[in-house]
C-alpha cells in the first residue's frame, strides 16, 4: 500500500495541472522527486523503536512538501509533449531507483509490527495528500 501511494504521489499530480503559476512541471517533480528519496531514506533508516520514533516527524515533514507539490501541480500549466516525454522518462527512472528500497524497507518493517504500530499514524491517509 505505501508503495502505492507513492507511485501515485509521483504520477497523479503532473498528469493534469493546467492552471497558471510560477512553477513548471519540471520543478515540481524535482521537488515530489526530493520529498520521495528522503521518504525512501527515513523508511530505510529505520531498524529499532528509537529510529522508528525519531522518523515519525521526518515522515510528517515530508508528506507536508508532498501536500505543497500536489497543490502546486494543480496550477502548473500541463507541458508540452516533449516536456511530459522527458518527465514520463525520468518519473520512469526515479521509480526504478527508489521503489526497490521502499518496497525492501515496507517489507522489512511489516515483520517488526512494534515499527509498524509507531509509523503507522504517520503514514496514515498518505494518499489523501495528492
Known amino acids: 500500500m505505501l508503495m502505492l501511494m507513492l ?9 493534469g495541472g ?3 503559476g510560477g512553477d ?6 524535482a521537488d515530489m522527486t526530493a ?22 516527524p521526518r515522515i510528517e515533514a515530508v508528506r507536508a512538501k ?6 502546486r501541480a494543480r496550477a502548473v500549466r500541463r507541458p508540452d509533449a516533449a ?6 522518462e525520468a518519473m ?4 526504478r531507483e ?10 522489512r518493517l511489516m515483520a517488526q509490527p512494534p515499527l509498524v504500530a509507531i509509523l503507522a499514524p504517520a503514514l496514515q491517509g498518505m494518499e489523501n495528500d495528492l
Do not use: H, W
Open 35 to 56: 520529498n520521495l528519496r528522503e521518504m525512501s531514506e527515513i523508511l530505510t533508516s529505520v531498524t529499532d523503536e528509537a529510529s522508528a520514533k525519531a522518523a515519525v
Open 66 to 71: 508532498m501536500r505543497d507539490c500536489a497543490r
Open 7 to 15: 507511485v501515485l504521489a509521483l504520477t497523479v499530480p503532473l498528469a
Open 24 to 29: 513548471s512541471a519540471e520543478s515540481v517533480f
Open 98 to 107: 527508489v521503489m526497490p528500497a521502499i518496497a525492501d524497507a515496507r517489507q
Open 92 to 95: 520512469l527512472a526515479v521509480q
Open 18 to 20: 493546467y492552471g497558471r
Open 83 to 88: 516536456t511530459e516525454k522527458r518527465i514520463d
